[in-house]
Nanobody, 124 residues
Framework: QAQLVESGGGLVQPGGSLRLSCVAS????????IGWFRQAPGKEREGVSC????????NYADSVKDRFTISRDNAKNTVYLQMNSLKLEDTAVYYC?????????????????WGQGTRVTVSS
């Protein structure tokens, strides 16, 4: 069965770094744009970053643009989110999702496949 699995979350101090991974099984990511979303307690889910199917274009939420980097390795069926200079407000459950559109976007309804999420906690 097609599945996305996130990993790499955990507890980190402010200013620290984490790298999240999103691995697809049961299907190949080559034909899908991938988005990273996050949801903090009491807040709505928001788009964080996205990458086109080829990896040729990316986009970021303003709040993370200079700190996070999204990349993909289609040969490994994996998408990464490198998170640097983490802040308290980055605390959330992070999800990756696959879209049938090849260009990256944050239209959540278009992402038909979602991972289970990985929790990131930034705390001193």
């Amino acid at each position: 069965q097609a599945q996305l699995v996130e990993s790499g979350g955990g507890l980190v101090q402010p200013g620290g770094s984490l790298r999240l991974s999103c691995v697809a099984s049961g299907f190949t990511l080559d034909y899908y744009a991938i988005g990273w979303f996050r949801q903090a307690p009491g807040k709505e889910r928001e788009g964080v970053s996205c990458i086109s199917s080829s990896g040729g274009s990316t986009n970021y939420a303003d709040s993370v643009k200079d700190r996070f980097t999204i990349s993909r390795d289609n040969a490994k069926n994996t998408v990464y989110l490198q998170m640097n200079s983490l802040k308290l407000e980055d605390t959330a459950v992070y999800y990756c999702a696959a879209s049938g559109l090849k260009r990256c976007h944050f239209w959540a309804a278009d992402f038909g496949s979602w991972g289970q999420g990985t929790r990131v906690t930034v705390s001193s």
